[in-house]
């Protein structure tokens, strides 16, 4: 069992950028893909990026290209980088990780995920 744990969540005007990280301990191998998921109030968990534990391969909702990115040192730490924020990016940030989605190809679904962080919060005001 992978152990997550998030930070770097806090208050932020719209227009900022913020760095998520989110720091895994216990077993992870080569095939792990680590995920990031949001959930805003009312609203079901969403996807927002993944990255196998090797980095080579990223993938990213829609709704985010081109403003999040996320990365990995290889080891044991995993961020995601947002870039100018926008209120409708206020949620809980979820950190997840499993085997699942590298072997099924799909990165998007959060019960494919075993391992889940407590979430950060990311509050965004216009």
């Known amino acids: 069992q992978v152990q997550l744990v998030e930070s770097g969540g806090g208050l932020a005007?719209?227009?900022d950028s913020l760095t998520l990280s989110c720091t895994a301990s216990g077993h992870t191998f080569s095939?792990?893909?680590?995920?990031?998921?949001?959930?805003a109030p009312g609203k079901a968990r969403e996807f927002v990026a993944a990255i196998s534990w090797s980095g080579g391969n990223r993938y990213y909702s829609d709704s985010v290209k081109g403003r999040f990115t996320i990365?990995?040192?290889?080891?044991?730490?995993?961020?995601l980088h947002i870039l100018s924020l926008k209120p409708e990016d206020t949620a809980v940030y979820y950190c997840a990780a499993d085997q699942q989605p590298y072997y099924l190809g799909t990165y998007y679904r959060p019960d494919l995920y075993g391992s889940w962080g407590q979430g950060t919060q990311v509050t965004v005001s216009s």
């Not at 095939?31 to 959930?39: E, K, L, T």
């Not at 990365?71 to 961020?79: F, G, K, L, P």
């Open 31 to 39: 095939d792990y893909v680590m995920g990031w998921f949001r959930q």
């Open 71 to 79: 990365s990995t040192d290889n080891a044991n730490t995993v961020w």
């Open 13 to 15: 005007q719209a227009g």
